[in-house]
Nanobody
């Protein structure tokens, strides 16, 4: 069974930091592109950041550029999202996703999704 499991969410004050982790199991995702998406209450799910399988190409939503950093450790089958200077508008459920194609992840249609982890930023 293929699984992506997120962790690291929680409650943080505005201006604080969190690091989300996503562990993949059930298959090797080392050559898959990965991404982070988020969904706030009452809103559509939106793209946050993506990374190709080598880690050499990344993309970020304008809203998080300069504050968030996506990275991966293929040896550990992990992907991370370092979130700094958090704002109340970053409050959402954050989802990890994976797909063989980086383009497909960037398009918001990856084949595999995690269950999500809640991030709440208090003002």
């Amino acid at each position: 069974q293929v699984q992506l499991v997120e962790s690291g969410g929680g409650l943080v004050q505005a201006g604080g930091s969190l690091r989300l982790s996503c562990a993949a199991s059930g298959r090797t995702f080392s050559n898959y592109a990965k991404g982070w998406f988020r969904q706030a209450p009452g809103k559509e799910r939106e793209f946050v950041a993506t990374i190709n399988w080598t880690g050499g190409s990344t993309t970020y939503a304008d809203a998080v550029k300069g504050r968030f950093t996506i990275s991966r450790d293929n040896a550990k089958n992990m992907v991370y999202l370092q979130m700094n200077s958090l704002k109340p508008e970053d409050t959402a459920v954050y989802y990890c996703a994976a797909d063989p194609s980086h383009s497909t992840v960037k398009a918001g249609s990856p084949a595999y999704w995690g269950q999500g982890t809640q991030v709440t930023v208090a003002s």
